[in-house]
């Protein structure tokens, strides 16, 4: 996402409207998707893995809303997906949809549709929602992130949210494992193993929290709903 270099920056704004209306998990999107798109007349530029599949999850629907000359490109790897978005997004002009793996960053950022897109010498938000448990220790996810984040200027930003097994250690390991038999297992993480895919860029507060925590717009959660909340979510800045 792009913000002229004399403007403050949205720290206030980071993760809102777009999230109460995207529901990837509703709850996960409303507190951990995207930043700052209420900035009418403001640049902004999204990348964001994975890509949406339902007309409600069309985080750029409410990015452009608000500022109309975003620019958002999605990234999946599921050829199906990749039809049912490009189906979506028709005559979303400022939208693409890349067919490329997270495990492959080199070739995400060279892709045509991302060039031609975004313009990397501004800040860029680059969004990882619910993506990074799907890659497993042996694939370095921490190396796949940081190629993408080193890529992005100062004043960028990344979101991004999490499984973890930090709550209820048992009852999370048995829901992980619903995807032992799928393309993808899940791989639970703790709260610093996540805090670590943000380098050394600075986390907006309160940091990397459970969704539910990150700013809260109505009464904080019981205790007992955070039990059940096994993701956490942050947004960090590169500073500069």
């Known amino acids: 996402m792009t913000f002229p270099q004399e403007q403050p920056g949205p720290d206030e704004h980071l993760l809102g409207e777009v999230g109460d209306r995207c529901g990837h998990s509703r709850r996960v999107r409303h507190h951990v998707e995207v930043p700052a798109v209420q900035y009418p007349g403001r640049r902004a530029q999204f990348a964001r893995f994975p890509a949406p599949v339902y007309p409600a999850t069309c985080g750029h629907e409410v990015a452009q ?24 997004l028709t005559g979303s ?15 995400i950022l060279a ?26 220790d042996d694939e370095d996810p921490a190396g796949l992130v940081a190629v993408l984040r080193d ?23 048995v829901a992980a494992a619903v995807y032992d038999k799928a393309t993808s297992r899940a791989t ?52 500069g």
């Open 65 to 88: 809303a608000a500022a109309p000359e975003a620019r958002i490109v999605y990234v999946d790897n599921d050829p199906i997906v990749h039809v049912h978005a490009n189906a979506l």
């Open 93 to 107: 002009g400022h939208t693409r949809i890349v067919l490329a793996d997270l495990r492959e960053p080199d070739q």
């Open 111 to 136: 892709h045509p549709k991302t060039r031609d897109l975004i313009d990397f010498t501004q800040p860029v938000a680059l969004l990882l929602v619910a993506i990074l448990h799907f890659i497993a």
């Open 151 to 173: 890529a992005l200027p100062p004043g960028s930003y990344l979101g991004l949210s999490h499984a973890t097994n930090d709550f209820r250690t048992e009852t999370a390991q």
């Open 188 to 239: 639970l993480r703790s709260h610093a193993q996540i805090a670590a895919f943000f380098g050394d860029w600075d986390l907006v507060p309160p940091g990397l929290v459970q969704v539910p925590l990150w700013r809260p717009d109505g009464p904080p959660p019981r205790p007992r709903d955070l039990q059940r909340m096994w993701i956490y979510g942050g947004v960090a800045r590169r500073a």
